[in-house]
């Protein structure tokens, strides 16, 4: 039977829960123009007053938000309350350019907490379950966000933060968690060690994995499944809307429900910002309807995926994302074709491989190069180049043929590559060196 954490939401009717969105849209704008001169000012640009939104059918009529107006605006510049009612704040990781931060007023933190409760009731979670934590904690969302929501649901929560894989290990076992939260390539490396310290997946009592913050495949969850003996669930966010829990998985596996009561979610194209409609692929923006501290109208996430309203077997009506194929600034463009690093991941599961992989990108005498290392699989290592090179080869006809164009594999020896306890980074783009705009 499936389990609900606020079961009159998350199964509303679908008319109302739009009903719900249009008076808080309406609401939202006006508080933003009344007290972000950054929003309010681009609002003016555009010629659009808080009167012209009536409705969600004048959503289209704001004004995008994007990283760069984020940035443009550090730290204070898109905050809608006084300081002295937020008592939180988050950053991005700021891999790319200054940091975002997004603050938290005590009510933002309670809705957030809420919707990561509502993931872990959806993974099985009950105030039965042990909840070990290893997303990091600190100025990312993914601890606070994850161990916030276990509390809500009563749960007992091993507030581990990532990392000291062999302690976390340890109290897995010793405290019997029941439920593991972590990046999916985290959960692979885990999965790895346990193996390697002579565990098999019936060793241990978890059920359930809720596993987000990266991009990853289905051939990956399969792996993780199947290496620690559980459910793995897909949970999105990111630091701006709040954190994890924007949208979460339930019993079906088939995409993730968006917490509609929260976000109004839309699918545009990434060139031109014409709304596209239900099903298509493209960027997904977020207009939050609750945020006190830090709202955001119209925000454009970069990532890439569909959203679909079917009516989904748990009884949940908000409508699903699919698992976002990776940001557009991920995108790589290779030769002149569309490459996303989680099509390279499919091929190397499905050839067996495990998700411990390297993708090299060059332009050496003005063409782009694209260099695949993997590990060899475990036995498979050997020091006849032949054996060696008609295995590369095999894998890279695969993944030609997925990608249509050459890449040139490297079989490294098994261990060799790094291995994440956050999200993982599988992508050197050295063109960017060259200052080649890809
Ligand atoms: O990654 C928040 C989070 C923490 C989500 C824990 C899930 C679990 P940021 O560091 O700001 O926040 O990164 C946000 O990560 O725009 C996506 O590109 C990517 N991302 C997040 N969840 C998923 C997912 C957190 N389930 C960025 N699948 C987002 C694919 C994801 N990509």
């Known amino acids: 039977m499936e389990n609900y954490f606020q079961k009159d939401i998350e199964t509303m009717p679908v008319e109302k829960i739009k009903e719900m969105q249009a008076e808080k849209l309406v609401n939202i704008v006006k508080y933003v123009y009344d007290n972000v001169e950054y929003y309010r000012d681009k609002m003016n640009e555009k010629g659009v007053t808080p009167d012209d939104i009536k409705g969600l059918e004048d959503l289209h009529k704001l004004p995008f938000l994007s990283k760069a107006d984020l940035r443009e605006g550090y730290p204070y510049g898109l905050l809608a309350t006084d300081l002295k009612n937020c008592v939180r704040i988050h950053s991005t990781s700021g891999t790319t350019g200054k940091r975002v931060v997004a603050f938290y007023t005590q009510h933002d933190i309670d809705i957030w907490n809420e919707m990561c409760a509502r993931a872990i009731v959806a993974a099985g979670g009950t105030d039965e379950d042990v909840v070990q934590v290893c997303y990091g904690y600190g100025l990312f969302t993914g601890g606070a966000g994850l161990d916030g929501g276990s509390h809500k649901v009563g749960c007992l929560t091993l507030p581990m933060s990532s990392g000291n894989t062999e302690r976390q290990i340890m109290f897995m076992n010793d405290l019997g968690a029941t439920i593991i939260c972590c990046t999916p390539s985290y959960a692979a490396y885990i999965g790895e060690t346990l193996k390697e310290m002579g565990y098999k997946p019936e060793d241990n009592k978890l059920k359930a994995g809720i596993f987000g913050a990266e991009a990853w495949t289905e051939e990956m969850r399969r792996d993780i499944e199947k290496a620690l003996g559980i459910k793995a669930y897909d949970i999105y966010g990111l ?4 954190g994890p829990g924007v ?18 979610a839309e699918i545009i194209d990434p060139d031109t910002g014409e709304v596209l409609p239900e099903g298509s692929k493209g960027e997904l923006v977020f207009t939050a309807l609750d945020k006190e501290a830090f709202p955001l109208l119209r925000y454009r996430t970069r990532d890439i995926c569909v959203l679909t309203r079917e009516k ?14 990776g940001r557009s600034d991920d995108m790589m463009i290779i030769r002149g074709v569309n490459v996303f690093p989680s099509q390279i991941e499919a091929v190397l599961l499905n050839e067996g491989y495990a998700p411990n992989y390297q993708i090299m990108v060059d332009r050496v ?18 020091d006849k180049v032949k054996d060696m090179a008609e295995k590369e080869k095999a894998l890279a006809g695969a993944i030609k043929a997925m990608l249509g164009i050459n890449p040139k594999v490297h079989l490294v020896a098994p261990k060799s590559i790094q291995r994440s306890e956050g999200k993982a980074v599988r992508v050197i783009d050295k063109r960017k060196r060259l200052g080649i705009n890809v």
């Open 239 to 242: 630091t701006e809307t709040c």
């Open 247 to 264: 949208a979460f998985e339930c019993s079906e596996q088939t995409g993730m429900h968006i917490n509609e009561d929260h976000f109004i």
């Open 312 to 325: 989904c077997s748990c009884g949940r009506t908000f409508i699903k994302m699919c698992k976002p194929m």
């Open 365 to 382: 005498n003005n063409s782009d190069t694209l260099d695949v290392y993997v590990e060899a699989k475990e036995g498979d290592f050997s």
